[in-house]
């Protein structure tokens, strides 16, 4: 499942875990069952990594992953990607369709095309059920073992689980490796090919990706461990991919609108004052050096400064979706709605899994009274955006003042349960059920009954 060298070893040490919280099922396991064992995980994960709140760089993320599901052809899960924080290359996926890709992986990716590679390779291991046939062969390992390393690599909460781990040699580390087969991430492989052809992306990203990888891994202390060295056949693929590729030395460019993506990353990895410092000596600035410098002012709440250099690439290129985005997002936090309106609608045409989008074009409708209009668009961003607990708040809201108390607690207590915070969504839960009658009452039935099941 590996493209790099921490991939193949975290993967199953996370597809391990588990182990630790769904010991009821059975193997090999349902659909159902996938699904229940990655929201368990899901939510415990949410309170170990560190999840990358970048609006953009979020919805990009999930925009080429969509792009990349569809074609996949496989609908048995809703699929969800993550961007979060990591020091070396890394992606994974978990039972029930979280795909999760980490930022130096994603500052390693030169182009759209490489990322679709990426997201096609995880989607591929899903759709050929080799994580359930993990699970499989996971069966004998130690459920202590299993939960310090995932301790110790995951969480990076306990020193004491670090010298644990360190202190089991590599005997567990190769019990770990030997569950994956080079002939699974072959077939993978294989698929993820066939998925970029349909999604029209060039495949020749996947091969350009792979070397990057061979090349980085070059890097890599001695002192990796064993378990997270790189997976053996990692040149047998790349000699593969060469001899399918249609267009022989072919490259793909990144374009602009990656670059712009890939300056948000900048920012996000090097901080708005470094980010400041580096920009602000150039004389002359280009296009890219405004749209940075107009995010860095974003950041630090520097609003006028923001508006004004976003205005100037704005003119440079009024065209262009990024900076079309940044000055709508920045008047609308002016409380320039007027301005704004215009900007947010043509921003959301290109961004429309944008949640910060969003959430002005809502607050934008509520400013406006048009609160049915606000409602409406406020249940279709619950529905795109299923694990931002505050669209269920302010939905929540919404129905609270519109006198739909029912609803209300519904959605107080989703934005809870997305929270992680049981108790509290069992509560808004049961008033919602309370106040509730009809089809209503049987949504919000089942849902109390899943809860308390788990």
Known sequence: ???????????????????????????????????????????????????????????????????????????????????????????????????????????????????AAVLAHELAHNVLDHVPRMFEQAKKISLATVALTVSALLLAKSPEAKKAVTAMGSAMAESLMLKYSRESEFEADQLALRILQRASYNPCGKLEFLKKIQRWSKTISVEVPTYLSTHPALEDRISYLEAQMPEKGYRVSPSRSFNLLKARLFLWQRGPQRTLAEIELKGEKTLEDLY??????????????????????????????????????????????????????????????????????????????????????????????????????????????????????????????????RKTALYHLQRALELSEGIDRERIEAKLKEIKAN
């Not at 989008?357 to 409406?376: T, V, Y």
Request: with cysteine; aromatic share 14%.
């Open 1 to 115: 499942m590996a493209f790099w060298l921490r991939k193949r070893g975290l993967t199953l040490i996370i597809l391990l875990a588990f182990l630790l919280f769904t010991s009821p099922f059975a193997f090999p396991f349902t659909v159902q069952e996938q699904k229940e064992m990655g929201e368990k995980l899901f939510l415990r994960l949410k309170g170990e990594l560190e999840f990358v709140n970048d609006p953009l760089l979020v919805a990009y993320l999930r925009e080429v992953g969509q792009k990349v599901v569809k074609a996949s052809g496989d609908s048995r899960f809703e699929y969800r990607f993550f961007l979060v924080k990591g020091n070396q290359p890394n992606a994974f996926t978990i039972p029930g369709g979280y795909v999760f890709v980490n930022t130096a992986l994603l500052g390693l990716i030169g182009s759209e095309e490489e990322l």
């Open 292 to 421: 940075l410098l107009g995010l860095a002012y974003l950041s630090q709440g520097r609003l006028e400064e923001a508006q004004a250099v976003l205005k100037k690439a704005h003119a440079l290129e009024p065209s262009n979706p990024f900076v079309t985005r940044e000055l709508a997002v920045c008047l609308f936090k002016l409380n320039k709605l007027k301005e704004a309106e215009p900007l947010i609608e043509e921003a959301k045409g290109h961004f429309p899994y944008d949640p910060e989008l969003a959430l002005a074009w809502i607050n934008l409708l509520l400013s406006q009274g048009r609160k049915e209009e606000a409602l409406s668009f406020c249940r279709w961003a619950v529905e795109k955006f299923p694990d931002e607990a505050f669209f269920y708040k302010l939905l929540g809201q919404l129905y609270m003042e519109g006198g739909r108390h029912a609803l209300a607690y519904e959605a107080f207590g989703l934005a809870s349960l997305r929270e992680g915070d």
